[in-house]
């Protein structure tokens, strides 16, 4: 997929056309409104203190005609206390019409990571890790927001505050705006070169603050099984190193950014001193007055927040660029193909044969499955065996086209997977895995996944699973909050709420890849019971190895090394005294 570049952005921008005209515009008011601010009292000082002539007064006089010299300071008092409340009113007005503009512009973007992940390929999922992910989509969009947020909302005032101040001040006097507009590039040159050094300490600082959320998702993930083996104080001692690493690209990056920030402020104000003792040269050696000279400097200090406004867009740019770029590797990982509906074997099937044909898969150089061919014949249950290791779980996720093989082809009833599609394809066959994860919220979610299901099939297939006792005791029923914030549930009561999710769905064929392992025996010969007199001529393939997950299957395939070494009915494979013998034998 193309990645988001600037262009792209203000591309997004266009449907707002007219909200930006009209921002735009209120921000033009609120500076013309503002820029007379500072030159009212130094005009008065010419005008009433040193008794000079001057236009102010006069159109005082004639719109107050005021009687005393202190009833003028006490107008302008008053219409420059004015003049900066409605500058404040339409600041404020400018200042939401962008905000809105920008969150509009970031949602785009958010919403354009997330149609993009949903489609990513899984190998490329499971490499980034959630970490990595969620880092992306919260710290950098978050960087690309400041910026954003700050650049719309303060770069037309700014400019449009600069370019007034500039005629201004070369109105008052052409040659300290000569200087002025001299010493601004230098600034701003300055600024732009900094803002390039900071830069990559705010990558190297977001990189950091990856890996820490990848190794905390981690270890979070995992805790159980860490303190079951006492290794605590190992993980956390890592955790402790990443946070240690983090803090160190950040003081990195917050001293040296502020330290830039400083330097570029440090010789604004050594420009503005040299500027300040030019003018008060100039009042001794040539015709600019004191009232004047108080101008310039006060459009001096006026300036000082739009320029500080453009040095922030500058740094704030310069970080956005680079969380720009590493959101740009999230649009370039790979996504899972595409295929066409050219067929449909499911459309007037109830159940449907399985067959793959010469399936090879590797994990990048390390190929895992070596040309595995076998058939879950229509109606017929197929177990797998194979020791921990061997692919089998590799095998029912390459069904789903969850990982793509290596070669060979899946077929459903001599159909190709890829004229199938890969969503109609999983829309038929239910994969139930040995450790489901929960989603934390109700019964009835985990059950539907956000499906429309009337709560008669949603009872059927809790009662199936064995979950009637489990129900019974949730106050709420369906809508019983489970997961970290509501009912904690056991590993096997995971599995079986996993199975009653797979039976809400009616697939026509069914895959349980050791989905009975945390059972005790007497629950798991229950289960299947009910699940056999219910799924009864629907294709199922059961990945197991227990006895009892297997016993009853119509045919077994023995996989070894990738391999599948031996295959036949329970019966034929016991008189072959092989690897499904000894397994027999071992369980017995």
Known sequence: MQGITWKALLHEAKPYRAKIIVAQFVALLAVLVSLPVPLLFPLLIDQIILNKPGELVAAIKFLFDPAKPYYYILIVLAVTLMLRLLYLVLNVVQLRLFIGLSKAIIFTIRKRLLFHLEKVSVAEYEALGGGGVSAKMVTDINTIDAFIGVSISKFAVSLFSLSGIAFILLYINWKLGLIILLINPLVLGLTVYLGRRVRKLKATENQKVEMFQNDLSETLDLFVQIRAFNQEKHYIQKMIANAKAIKEASTAFGWKSEAAGQLSGFVFLSGFEFFRATAMLMVLFSDLSLGEMFAVLGYLWFMVTPLQDFLQIIFSYQNANSALERLNKLLALKQEPQFEHLHNPFKENETNTLRLENVSFAYGEKEVLHNISMQIPKGKTVALLGSSGSGKSTLAQIILGLYAHKEGMVYVDDVPINEIGLDQLRDHIALVLQSPRMFNDTLRHNLTLGREVDEKTL?????????????????????????????????????????????????????????????????????????CDFLEGKSMLIIAHRLSSVEHADYIYVLDEGRIVESGTPKELLAERGHYHQFVKDQR
């Open 459 to 531: 009872y059927e297939a809790l009662s199936i699973a064995q979950l009637d006792s489990v129900l019974e005791k949730l106050t709420k029923g369906l809508d019983t909050m489970i997961g970290k914030e509501g009912v904690r549930l056991s590993g096997g009561e995971r599995q079986r709420l996993a199975i009653a999710r797979m039976l809400v769905n009616r697939p026509n064929l069914v895959i349980l890849d050791e989905s009975t392992s945390a059972l005790d025996v007497h629950t798991e010969k229950n289960l299947f019971t009910s699940l």
